[in-house]
Structure formats: structure tokens, C-alpha cells
């Protein structure tokens, strides 16, 4: 039996989409911080990387500052 974790991150982008090609296919780099709701408001960072379709939409749509999920 195998497990899956699966978690949803929101939050804001941190820098520009980085985007390359392998092969025939795009690949979009880019991180996500996501702020705790503690008193110390601490800060989060998530490195995210989309292929195909989602990484060609990333690197039209999203900027830094970009509010994703």
C-alpha cells in the first residue's frame, strides 16, 4: 500500500518564472512564500514546478507579487 500526501499552498511569488525546454516540452521554476498565521508572522517558501500547458500559462500570467494557488 502507498501513501500520498497532498497539500494546497496560497500564496504570493517570489521572483520571475523561470521557464526551459526539455525536449518538446516546457518546464516553469518558481517559488511561493506563504506566510504563517503566528504571532512571529513567520514566512514559508515553496519551490513549485509545472510542465506542459501549466508551464507555458505560468510564464504568460504570473509575475513576482503574482497571488497563486
Known amino acids: 500500500m502507498s501513501a500520498t500526501n497532498t497539500i494546497n499552498v ?3 511569488v ?3 518564472v523561470q521557464t526551459r525546454q526539455v525536449g518538446e516540452r516546457t518546464v516553469a521554476k518558481f517559488s511561493v512564500a506563504v506566510n504563517r498565521p503566528t504571532k512571529d508572522k513567520d514566512t ?3 519551490n513549485v514546478e509545472v510542465w506542459g ?3 507555458e500559462a505560468a510564464e504568460k500570467m504570473i509575475d513576482k507579487g503574482s497571488l497563486v494557488a
Request: proline letters at 8%.
Open 53 to 55: 500547458k501549466a508551464a
Open 14 to 16: 517570489g521572483g520571475p
Open 10 to 12: 496560497i500564496g504570493r
Open 44 to 46: 514559508d517558501w515553496f
